[in-house]
């Protein structure tokens, strides 16, 4: 199970943390991924770390503003992101796959899944 939390609203320019918390798995097995999905829009892939947090991997529109990491013994992963914009107003899911296949970009290929949380962004 993963759930996410940390969403809110809040103002362009403003930094915002989320994260997510798994039980009821394995953690250290799994890559950890965040995926975002807009309204009107499909979702989409957002940033991926492996199982020991050393490889990390973006989508170009999130390059330089948001940083995925995890903390293994307290088996969850976080997404701070900095110097939001209004279209990174979405609703934020955490997901897990297991193995070691990289980077996890795919949805499909994506284990489990949390129920999301809104981030919202004013101009």
């Known amino acids: 199970q993963l759930q996410a939390s940390g969403g809110g609203l809040v103002q362009a320019g403003g930094p915002l943390r989320l994260s997510c918390a798994a039980s009821?798995?394995?953690?250290?097995?799994?890559?950890m991924g965040w995926f975002r999905q807009a309204p009107g829009k499909e979702r989409e892939f957002v940033a991926g770390i492996n199982q020991s947090g050393v490889r990390k991997y973006y989508a170009d529109s999130v390059k330089g503003r948001f940083t995925i990491s995890r903390d293994n013994a307290k088996n969850t992963v976080y997404l701070q992101i900095n110097n939001l914009k209004p279209e990174d107003t979405a609703v934020y899911y955490c997901a897990a796959r297991y193995g070691s296949s990289w980077p996890p970009t795919n949805m499909n290929s994506m284990n489990y899944w949390g129920k999301g949380t809104q981030v919202t962004v004013s101009s």
């Open positions: 009821g798995l394995t953690f250290i097995q799994y890559v």
